[in-house]
C-alpha cells in the first residue's frame, strides 16, 4: 500500500497537468452521472485524485466527501477550491484517506463514485462490500474501470517490471464480465452500463436494492 501510495504522490504535478485523452466519453460520463444525482444527496469519491470531477458534480448535490491516499492529490485538489476567490465551492470536503481505511456509517451515502480506481485496489471485493454496507437502499455507486484483461493481457507482463522499477503503480486483471459478476457479489444490481469504445473505461451504475 505504502508503495502505491508513494507512486501516486509522485504522479500528481504530472496527473494535475495531463489532458484527458477522450474529452467526449468524459463528458457523457458526466452526464450520466449527473442523472443520478440530486440537491439533497451526500456523495462520497474515493480516488478522487486531483479533484477535478469532484469539483464539477459538486454544485448538483448538498456534500461531497473525496478522498485519495496520495497527500499530494489531495493538496492539489484542495487547492483549487483555495483558489476561488468567491467562495463558490463551499460543499466539499477532501481527505487523504486510503479507501481500505476509510469507514463511514452504514446506509449513510446517497452516492459513492470511484473513477479510474477499481483496477488499482489491492482488494476490490473487500471495497465494494463495504461501499454496498455504506450506501443507503436506492443508492448507486458509479464507477469506469479499466478491464485489462479484456483486451490488454500482455500488461501483465510488463507491469510487474514497471512495478519493481517503480515506474508503474499497482494494477489488477480482470474483464468486463468478472466486474459485473464482483458487483452482483457484492449486492449490487447493475442500473446503467456503456463502454465508448472497445478496450475503453467501462463505466457502470451499479443501485443497492436492499
Ligand atoms: C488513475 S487515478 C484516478 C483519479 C481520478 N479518480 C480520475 O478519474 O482522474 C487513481 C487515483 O486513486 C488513488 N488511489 C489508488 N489506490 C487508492 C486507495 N486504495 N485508496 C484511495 N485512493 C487510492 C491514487 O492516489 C490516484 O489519485
Not at 474529452?23 to 480516488?47: I, S
Not at 488499482?120 to 454496507?133: D, G, M, Q, R, Y
Amino acid at each position: 500500500m505504502q508503495q502505491a501510495c508513494k507512486f501516486w504522490d509522485r504522479m500528481a504535478k504530472r496527473y494535475a497537468k495531463r489532458a484527458i485523452t477522450d474529452e467526449d466519453a468524459y463528458q457523457k460520463k458526466l452526464q450520466y452521472t449527473r442523472q443520478y444525482l440530486e440537491p439533497h444527496m451526500d456523495v462520497l469519491e474515493f480516488g478522487c485524485g486531483t479533484g477535478s470531477t469532484t469539483i464539477i458534480h459538486a454544485p448538483y448535490v448538498k456534500h461531497m466527501r473525496a478522498i485519495d491516499f496520495s497527500s499530494k492529490m489531495i493538496e492539489i485538489a484542495q487547492s483549487k477550491i483555495d483558489q476561488t476567490t468567491d467562495n463558490s465551492v463551499d460543499n466539499i470536503t477532501f481527505e487523504q484517506s486510503s479507501i481500505d481505511d476509510f469507514s463511514a456509517p452504514d446506509q449513510s451515502l446517497d452516492v459513492v463514485l470511484g473513477l479510474s480506481i477499481l483496477h488499482l485496489l489491492e482488494n476490490k471485493e473487500a471495497v465494494l462490500s463495504k461501499i454496498h454496507n455504506m450506501l443507503k437502499p436506492g443508492g448507486v455507486f458509479v464507477s469506469s474501470t479499466a478491464c485489462l484483461a479484456d483486451t490488454m493481457k500482455f500488461l501483465k507482463l510488463i507491469v510487474p517490471i514497471g512495478k519493481f522499477f517503480g515506474f508503474m503503480p499497482l494494477v489488477r486483471f480482470f474483464t468486463t464480465a468478472q466486474l459485473e459478476a464482483s458487483l452482483v457479489n457484492a449486492g449490487f444490481v447493475i442500473d446503467f452500463q456503456w463502454q465508448p469504445g472497445k478496450g475503453k473505461s467501462v463505466f457502470i451504475v451499479a443501485k443497492k436494492i436492499s
